[in-house]
C-alpha cells in the first residue's frame, strides 16, 4: 500500500454534478446574509493553521482576489468554538448547509449502521476541510464529533457553490477539494498487514500536518488507540503492540500523545517492502 492517501481524482463533470445540486436544492443564496466574521489571521502557533494555509482560502476568500463576490463569501465565513472533546459538529441525517474547515483541534467522522456499530471512517486536522461526503446526499450521512478543543470556520455551501457558477477560482478550488477527498477514500486498502496499515497512516499524519506547515516529525495525536485500531480495522490491542514494537526498533517515540518520528525514511522502506 503506497499510503491512505492516493492521487485518483474525481472528473470535472462529477464535481460540477455536486455544484449544480447543491445550487439547485436553494437557488441562488441571500449574499447580504451577516455572520460573525472570521477572526483572521488566526495564530500560527503548534496545531494551529493560519488561514494562508487552509484548505478553504480560495473558497472563503481570504487568498486576495479582490472581488465583490469574494468579499461577500468571506463575510458569511463564520468562526465557531471552541467544541469539547466528544461533542458533535455535525449529526447523521442532519441537512447539509455548511461545510467547515478546521482551526485548531482534531474531528473525526463517524458512520454508524443498523445494528448500532460504529465506523470511524476518518480524521480532520488542522486547515483540512470536513463536510465534503454531505453535498451530493444532501444530509450528513456521519456524525462529526470534535476528539479535543476545536476551532472551526464554518462556511455555507449554497453561499460558495453560487459563486463558485461565476468564479473560476473558487471553482476550481472546490473540484480539488471533491477531488482529494474521493482520492483518499478509494485509495484505502485493509489487504495489508497491520504494521502496514500503522506505518502508512502515521506517514499519512506526517504528510498532511506538513502540508498545513506544521511539523512533520512531531506532532499531536489527539485520537484515543481504540478510533486509531477502529479506523485501521485493527484491534486496540494490536494498535498498542505494534506502537510498542515501533518504539523498540526506533521508528518513533511517543511521549503522552505527542508523536515523534524517528526514522520516516525506514516507515516508507516497510510500505515498499509489503508492495514488493
Request: net charge positive; hydrophobic share 45%; aromatic share 6%.
Amino acid at each position: 500500500m503506497a499510503g491512505m492517501r492516493g492521487a485518483a481524482t474525481v472528473s470535472r463533470r462529477a464535481a460540477e454534478a455536486l455544484l449544480e445540486c447543491a445550487h439547485a436544492r436553494n437557488g441562488p443564496p441571500a449574499m447580504s446574509a451577516k455572520s460573525s466574521a472570521c477572526v483572521l489571521p488566526v495564530p500560527g502557533a503548534a496545531g494551529v493553521v493560519t488561514c494562508e494555509r487552509c484548505a478553504l482560502v480560495r473558497a472563503c476568500g481570504v487568498a486576495g482576489n479582490g472581488s465583490v463576490a469574494f468579499a461577500d463569501v468571506h463575510q458569511l465565513v463564520e468562526d465557531v468554538g471552541p467544541f469539547r472533546g466528544g461533542q458533535y459538529i455535525f449529526r447523521a441525517g442532519e441537512p447539509f448547509r455548511n461545510l467547515y474547515a478546521v482551526k485548531s483541534g482534531t474531528i473525526k467522522t463517524v458512520q454508524t449502521d443498523a445494528e448500532g456499530r460504529a465506523q470511524v471512517l476518518g480524521f480532520h486536522l488542522p486547515g483540512e476541510v470536513v463536510g465534503l461526503e454531505a453535498v451530493d446526499p444532501g444530509v450528513y450521512p456521519v456524525d462529526g464529533v470534535a476528539l479535543e478543543s476545536t476551532r472551526l470556520c464554518r462556511l455555507p455551501f449554497d453561499a460558495v457553490s453560487h459563486v463558485a457558477q461565476r468564479e473560476a477560482a473558487v471553482q476550481q478550488q472546490l473540484f480539488r477539494l471533491f477531488s482529494r477527498a474521493i482520492g483518499q477514500h478509494e485509495s484505502r486498502s485493509w489487504d495489508s498487514g497491520a504494521d502496514q496499515r500503522l506505518a502508512a497512516f502515521l506517514l499519512d499524519l506526517s504528510a498532511r500536518y506538513a502540508q498545513r506547515g506544521l511539523s512533520p516529525q512531531v506532532f499531536h495525536l489527539a485520537m484515543p488507540r481504540s478510533d486509531i485500531a477502529n479506523f485501521l480495522h485493527l484491534a486496540p490491542e494490536t494498535v498498542s503492540r505494534l506502537l510498542a514494537r515501533f518504539r523498540e526498533r526506533g521508528l518513533v517515540d511517543i511521549i503522552g500523545r505527542e508523536v515523534h518520528l524517528l526514522a520516516p525514511a525506514r516507515l516508507r522502506m516497510l510500505l515498499a517492502e509489503a508492495a514488493a
